[in-house]
């Protein structure tokens, strides 16, 4: 299972003091180090983490193969033309969200994903979908004509935490999982059995399968015994065990569970 540490929220602790310090370069050496396989940052349209100027020199400095996620904004996709990452995940994007939450809507943006998948390939960057686990959205990536998807699973990890976790008892509570622990467990249920469905059918049709978005030392072991999902992009748990165990060691303690 191949893991690829998102960086972003390294840039989030500078961007709280608006100063250069952490740096999210020197992350790559570590990571790499530490036995990432890949690195993942996210360029916003509103740049509130990872600036162009640290996208730039992550693509031209790091030893490890580059992930940038990207909305499917023309402007941003020619930035990431220029900078030329192995591969570029696109995503959903609304500038008022914490996090991205759920997948792009390939039918609704599908000439615009078009067009997007099209330019990057002639720049020879791989792509990737941000997608919910969805039979029609897989169908509708092998149609793009791109070389991965990766299943979304923030709605896996907010009824975990729900469940086991202690969301329930914050005012981040999703009222729509305010459930008693008997339908959350079989709720866990069926979203796990729908991303398993999900990666055997992208499998089926010739397409690499990651997955991402809330996974953490908690939850991560249940996405990553799916045989068919090949890699696991995680930033957020990563960075904030960070704090206290160091980089190298939340790294490896990540690894070592998938």
């Given at each position: 299972?191949?893991?690829?540490?998102?960086?972003?929220?390294?840039?989030?602790?500078?961007?709280?003091?608006?100063?250069?310090?952490?740096?999210?370069?020197?992350?790559?050496?570590?990571?790499?180090?530490?036995?990432?396989?890949?690195?993942?940052?996210?360029?916003?349209?509103?740049?509130?983490?990872?600036?162009?100027?640290?996208?730039?020199?992550?693509?031209?400095?790091?030893?490890?193969?580059?992930?940038?996620?990207?909305?499917?904004?023309?402007?941003?996709?020619?930035?990431?033309?220029?900078?030329?990452?192995?591969?570029?995940?696109?995503?959903?994007?609304?500038?008022?969200?914490?996090?991205?939450?759920?997948?792009?809507?390939?039918?609704?943006?599908?000439?615009?994903?078009?067009?997007?998948?099209?330019?990057?390939?002639?720049?020879?960057?791989?792509?990737?979908?941000?997608?919910?686990?969805?039979?029609?959205?897989?169908?509708?990536?092998?149609?793009?004509?791109?070389?991965?998807?990766?299943?979304?699973?923030?709605?896996?990890?907010?009824?975990?935490?729900?469940?086991?976790?202690?969301?329930?008892?914050?005012?981040?509570?999703?009222?729509?999982?305010?459930?008693?622990?008997?339908?959350?467990?079989?709720?866990?249920?069926?979203?796990?059995?729908?991303?398993?469905?999900?990666?055997?059918?992208?499998?089926?049709?010739?397409?690499?399968?990651?997955?991402?978005?809330?996974?953490?030392y908690q939850n991560v072991t249940l996405i990553s015994s799916i045989k068919q999902i090949e890699e696991l992009n995680i930033g957020q748990s990563i960075i904030a065990r960070s704090v206290f165990t160091g980089l190298e060691k939340a790294i490896k303690d990540m690894k070592e569970l998938i």
């Amino acid at each position: 299972m191949l893991l690829g540490v998102n960086i972003d929220h390294i840039a989030v602790l500078r961007e709280a003091r608006k100063i250069n310090d952490p740096n999210p370069l020197d992350a790559l050496g570590i990571c790499k180090l530490s036995g990432a396989d890949q690195i993942t940052i996210h360029l916003r349209e509103d740049r509130r983490h990872i600036h162009d100027a640290d996208a730039w020199r992550i693509c031209e400095q790091s030893t490890l193969p580059v992930n940038l996620e990207c909305a499917i904004d023309e402007d941003i996709i020619d930035i990431v033309c220029d900078m030329k990452p192995m591969r570029a995940t696109l995503v959903p994007e609304k500038r008022e969200e914490v996090t991205t939450e759920g997948g792009l809507d390939l039918e609704a943006n599908f000439e615009r994903i078009k067009k997007a998948v099209k330019k990057l390939h002639e720049n020879e960057i791989e792509v990737s979908l941000f997608i919910d686990p969805d039979k029609k959205m897989i169908e509708l990536s092998k149609e793009l004509e791109v070389e991965w998807i990766e299943l979304h699973t923030g709605t896996f990890a907010n009824i975990y935490a729900m469940l086991y976790g202690n969301l329930a008892n914050t005012h981040h509570t999703i009222k729509e999982l305010e459930l008693p622990r008997k339908e959350l467990k079989k709720l866990l249920e069926k979203n796990i059995k729908e991303i398993k469905k999900a990666a055997k059918k992208a499998n089926k049709l010739d397409l690499q399968v990651a997955a991402g978005h809330g996974l953490n030392y908690q939850n991560v072991t249940l996405i990553s015994s799916i045989k068919q999902i090949e890699e696991l992009n995680i930033g957020q748990s990563i960075i904030a065990r960070s704090v206290f165990t160091g980089l190298e060691k939340a790294i490896k303690d990540m690894k070592e569970l998938i």
